[in-house]
């Protein structure tokens, strides 16, 4: 069975269509996941007890801007909560359970853990401040994580791996960690 042209160009049109419909479909999906408008959420209980009975009501709120504010200056400026400390070094299997790197790499200008340059600002409206720091190396180095700490340094507030994995670093070869911590708490 032979198609002629005119059913060949029907059928290449209905295609293009097709596939522009559907790369449009996906990527308003794709940004609709990325930004996605604040909502309240049930984390408020209420019971009601009155003479006729109680009442359990659970409801959403929303964190106001000012509670984001001031949520985004205590991590970046009270010095004993703060968290402002970097590290690089290693961890294996890292998950939401760890609370060190196994191996950090000690900072011939600060010991083992860097105090970053803080850079506040507001992140698409919500607050958020850049913690950043460039390494550079004075030996050969292998390394596949990056840590920011409390200001005390006993435990990490957040971690990385390296999404290349380990990673080797020679004589005057550099490394800039830049942790963005936004709240957004809606």
Do not use: M, Q
């Given at each position: 069975m032979e198609i002629s042209k005119k059913q060949l160009l029907l059928v290449l049109a209905v295609t293009v269509l097709c596939t522009a419909s559907l790369t449009y479909a996906m990527r308003t999906m794709l940004v609709m996941q990325v930004h996605q408008e604040s909502r309240p959420r049930v984390n408020l209980y209420l019971i009601f007890e009155r003479a006729d009975g109680t009442s359990y009501l659970d409801v959403g709120n929303?964190?106001?801007?000012?509670?984001?504010?001031?949520?985004?200056?205590?991590?970046?400026?009270?010095?004993?909560?703060?968290?402002?400390k970097l590290a690089v070094g290693n961890i294996t299997g890292l998950d939401q359970t760890d609370t060190v790197l196994t191996d950090v790499y000690a900072d011939p200008t600060d010991g083992s853990y860097v105090e970053g340059t803080i850079v506040e600002w507001?992140?698409?409206?919500?607050?958020?401040?850049?913690?950043?720091?460039?390494?550079?190396?004075?030996?050969?180095?292998?390394?596949?994580?990056?840590?920011a700490y409390f200001g005390n340094t006993t435990f990490a507030y957040s971690m990385a791996n390296f999404p290349t994995g380990q990673e080797t670093f020679n004589n005057?070869?550099?490394?800039?960690v830049r942790y963005v911590h936004t709240y957004n708490a809606n």
């Open positions: 929303i964190i106001v801007d000012k509670g984001e504010l001031l949520t985004r200056n205590s991590f970046s400026r009270i010095v004993s909560i703060n968290a402002t507001a992140n698409a409206g919500d607050y958020a401040y850049n913690c950043t720091w460039k390494w550079t190396f004075e030996e050969t180095v292998t390394l596949d994580a990056a840590a005057n070869e550099n490394l800039t």
